[in-house]
Nanobody
């Protein structure tokens, strides 16, 4: 009943910028956390950034000062602005939404979008 559609992944040179978008549709709970994860080849999936429905944010140390997560609650969309990209940022980036209704936790994932940063 909830779908996440991502866009914005691309090939970019080191030092460049990209903005990822994730649009959520369906029945969206008012209390939720949206996040971006990434997974590089041969690596574990890692949390990049998250944002709550109250716009509280947190970031992985590796992206602090370079990435910014934001959301548009009116359109149920979350963004990840990525600046000063490095080759080590190369990964598939996944949008994630966690929503709680009473004692039930719902977890949704986007299809992923490829970000490749060339040196």
């Amino acid at each position: 009943q909830v779908q996440l559609v991502e866009s914005g992944g691309d090939l970019v040179q080191a030092g460049g910028s990209l903005r990822l978008s994730c649009a959520a549709s369906g029945n969206i709970f008012t209390q939720n956390v949206m996040a971006w994860y990434r997974q590089a080849p041969g690596q574990q999936r890692e949390l990049v950034a998250s944002i709550t429905s109250s716009s509280n944010t947190n970031y992985a140390d590796s992206v602090k000062g370079r990435f910014t997560i934001s959301r548009d609650n009116a359109e149920n969309t979350v963004y990840l602005q990525m600046n000063s990209l490095k080759p080590e940022d190369t990964a598939v980036y996944y949008c994630n939404a966690k929503m709680q209704f009473r004692v039930r936790l719902y977890d949704y994932w986007g299809q992923g979008t490829q970000v490749t940063v060339s040196s």
